[in-house]
Structures are given as C-alpha cells and as structure tokens.
C-alpha cells in the first residue's frame, strides 16, 4: 500500500502530534477544492474523496526525534558556557570543517527566557553538529527499512519532510543508500529499492550538508539516486529558505536534463495568510503546493481542478493581516549565504515577527 512517511522539523513535537497536524493541514487544504477527507486512526489511513464515490486511501506514518533532544536541552541552554563547551557536553561530532568551533562561538545564542529560540535554534546545532544527530539518522534509517521488511514495496514510500527533517531525510538517506550491490555498509541498494520520492517543504538540507553534499550525494532521481523523483516546497518570504537554498542548476551536474525535466520539481510561492510563513500548515494551503503534492503523494491529481482553490485561498491572502505580514517579511534581511550565523539570524528574524504580530509558531 501508498505510505506516506513524515519528518517534523524542529521544535518539541512527537511524531503524533506532527500527524495529528499534517492531517488537520491536509483536510483544510483539500477543503478549498470541495473534497472531503478523513483520517482513520487504527489503520493509519487518510482517504480522500475524489471522483465522485471513488475513495483513494494512503497509509500515513510518522517518524519523531524530540526524545532524543528533550533531556539535553538545558545544556545547550546553559549561558554561563561558551556554545562549543555545551555542544562538547553532549558529544560533538567529527565534522571535516576547517575551524568549525570558532565559527560556533562566533553564534550569539543568547537565549535569555525565548524558550522558543532554545528549543528550535539548540535543536538544528544538536543534530548538526553533535553525535544525537547520527542517533536521529540511525533511528529514521531503521524505520525506513522495517517498512521494507514488513511488505512496503519502495517505490511505494513517499518521504514529507519540513523545516530540520528536510535535512535529516537527506542526509539518512545519502548514508543508507548505494550505487551497487557491492556497498557492504549500506542498507538499501539504488536498483533494487529505489524509492518512491521525497517531498520537501522549507528545505534547509543544503545549509547542514556538512557529511554529505546536496549536489553530490544519492538522494536524487535518476541514475545514480535512490528516489524516484525529487519535489520541494518553498515560500520566498521563509526567512529560512533564503538562507543558501539547494537549487540545483539544469545543466546536468546533478541530474541529466531529461530526468531534471520530468522528476524534479521546485514550486517556489510568496503569498502569505498569517505570520508563521514557516508552519507547514501554512505551506500545505497554498494550492500551488497542494495541487502537486497530492498528486505525487497521496495519487489524487488536483491540477486540473486548482482553479476552484486558487478562488478560494485568494481571499485568505487578501486580509488586511496577511497584507501586512508580506509587507513585513519582505522588509527582513537574509543573505543567500550558507552559515549557522545566517540560519541563526532567519530564526531570530521569524520569532520576532511573529511575536510582533501575535502569530503562533506552531511548526
């Protein structure tokens, strides 16, 4: 059967809840097409209506990674430490960049009493750059290959992830896959279980490729990658997607120019409807970003039908906050340049925003 696997992004949030939330988004967004959906919890499925009588039903599971930051929170908090020395308290990892703890201390991270920036901004620096990182990877890799193991043909497996999980399925994947039989030490080979694709909504992975290069490693289409195609999902106005966005060029570096052209998709928006521009929530409701993505994840094509959306979240965008809120994020300066300081300063960027605005940022 159609699996759908997620991968929440930063934050204290299970691997429930960030379905409970997908969900919610999904049958609000499937809301501005007149379609119906529901969720049903004991098989795992979510069931569109479409076509009339016709119910196209998809499996739906969740990885989560929050245990493995909970308990090592308050030491990436501690103030009276330089950040390398709480980083070092929990377990840095061995990263091949050349004076990598300078550029750590250069970070600000004062914290002061935003709990929010502690959770969120201590939890990228956890998975980058200590050994709970390769825990979370280890972890999604296992779950990946136990659906495998219980009968989920690959092909079958479509990965969503959002925000910190774009970079945490890139990354467990260049390490599970392989290009032959011949890799001893991976776990799933590119011929043989290639998988169905991945979605990626606020895609950070080309920030934190510090094992792995986006343009170089297996997570692509195509000879030599281990999905069958590759989908992102950004909005100019994340603060977060402006910071070095993986943007792989049609010159056939990456992939060739036939694969780039049929497997590959970048939808890039800039309409707002509140002030957490980042929440996938916000991200699913766009109909240029649904329209897709229910077609590829879920096998409900809606592009044919997105006029009726885009009628519909047209007057979402026209609300005297939602005018606002563009104007204000365009007005936030973000350099396309990949730093932890330039990440660290779009995460700053957002929370003040949306505090100003009273907004929630529920991720």
């Given at each position: 059967?159609r699996?759908?696997?997620l991968?929440?992004?930063?934050?204290?949030?299970?691997?429930?809840?960030?379905?409970?939330?997908?969900?919610?988004?999904?049958?609000k967004?499937?809301?501005?097409?007149?379609?119906?959906?529901?969720?049903?919890?004991?098989?795992?499925?979510?069931?569109?209506?479409?076509?009339?009588?016709?119910?196209?039903?998809t499996?739906?599971?969740?990885?989560?990674?929050?245990?493995?930051?909970?308990?090592?929170?308050?030491?990436?908090?501690?103030?009276?430490?330089?950040?390398?020395?709480?980083?070092q308290?929990?377990?840095?990892?061995?990263?091949?960049?050349?004076?990598?703890l300078?550029?750590?201390?250069?970070l600000s991270?004062?914290?002061?009493?935003?709990?929010?920036?502690?959770?969120?901004?201590?939890?990228?620096?956890?998975?980058?750059?200590?050994?709970?990182?390769?825990?979370?990877?280890?972890?999604?890799?296992?779950m990946?290959?136990g659906?495998?193991?219980?009968?989920?043909?690959?092909?079958?497996?479509?990965?969503?992830?959002?925000?910190?999980?774009?970079?945490?399925?890139h990354?467990?994947?260049?390490?599970?896959?392989?290009e032959?039989?011949?890799?001893?030490?991976?776990?799933?080979?590119?011929?043989?279980?290639?998988?169905?694709?991945?979605?990626?909504?606020?895609?950070?992975?080309?920030?934190?490729?510090?094992?792995?290069p986006?343009?170089e490693s297996?997570?692509?289409?195509?000879?030599?990658?281990?999905?069958?195609?590759?989908?992102?999902?950004?909005?100019k106005?994340?603060?977060?997607?402006?910071?070095?966005?993986?943007?792989?060029?049609?010159?056939?570096?990456?992939?060739?120019?036939?694969?780039?052209?049929?497997?590959?998709?970048?939808?890039?928006?800039?309409d707002?409807?509140?002030?957490?521009?980042?929440?996938?929530?916000?991200?699913?409701?766009?109909?240029?970003?649904?329209s897709?993505?229910?077609?590829?994840?879920f096998?409900?094509?809606?592009?044919?039908?997105?006029?009726?959306?885009?009628?519909?979240?047209?007057?979402?965008?026209?609300?005297?906050?939602?005018?606002?809120?563009?104007?204000?994020?365009?007005?936030?300066?973000?350099?396309?340049?990949?730093?932890?300081?330039?990440?660290?300063?779009?995460?700053?960027?957002?929370?003040?925003?949306?505090?100003?605005?009273?907004?929630?940022?529920?991720?």
């Open positions: 059967m699996t759908v696997l991968v929440h992004g930063m934050g204290q949030i299970t691997a429930k809840e960030f379905r409970k939330r997908f969900v919610d988004a999904a049958i967004s499937l809301q501005l097409y007149d379609l119906n959906a529901k969720w049903d919890a004991d098989s795992e499925q979510f069931g569109i209506n479409y076509e009339g009588a016709k119910w196209e039903k499996r739906v599971v969740s990885f989560g990674y929050n245990d493995f930051f909970e308990s090592r929170r308050i030491a990436i908090g501690d103030q009276s430490r330089s950040i390398a020395e709480r980083l308290s929990v377990g840095m990892a061995d990263i091949p960049v050349p004076g990598l300078t550029k750590i201390n250069n991270l004062k914290f002061g009493e935003d709990k929010f920036f502690q959770t969120h901004f201590g939890d990228v620096l956890m998975y980058a750059l200590t050994t709970v990182g390769e825990q979370v990877r280890v972890s999604l890799a296992s990946i290959t659906l495998i193991e219980t009968g989920t043909a690959p092909g079958d497996i479509q990965i969503v992830a959002h925000s910190l999980g774009t970079s945490v399925v990354d467990t994947l260049s390490k599970l896959s392989a032959n039989e011949d890799r001893e030490d991976s776990q799933l080979n590119i011929v043989t279980h290639r998988l169905g694709g991945v979605h990626m909504f606020a895609n950070v992975s080309n920030i934190l490729d510090f094992y792995i986006t343009l297996s997570v692509k289409p195509g000879k030599g990658g281990c999905i069958s195609y590759y989908n992102q999902y950004n909005n106005l994340d603060p977060f997607t402006r910071v070095s966005p993986f943007r792989p060029a049609n010159n056939k570096k990456w992939v060739t120019k036939t694969v780039y052209r049929n497997n590959y998709m970048a939808i890039d928006t800039n707002v409807t509140g002030g957490n521009v980042h929440g996938f929530g916000h991200y699913l409701l766009d109909p240029k970003n649904s897709w993505f229910f077609g590829d994840a096998n409900v094509d809606l592009r044919l039908v997105r006029s009726v959306a885009d009628e519909a979240y047209g007057q979402l965008t026209l609300s005297n906050a939602a005018k606002e809120a563009k104007d204000a994020l365009k007005n936030i300066d973000i350099k396309n340049e990949k730093s932890l300081k330039n990440l660290e300063k779009a995460l700053k960027a957002l929370s003040a925003f949306a505090k100003k605005i009273g907004s929630d940022l529920e991720f």
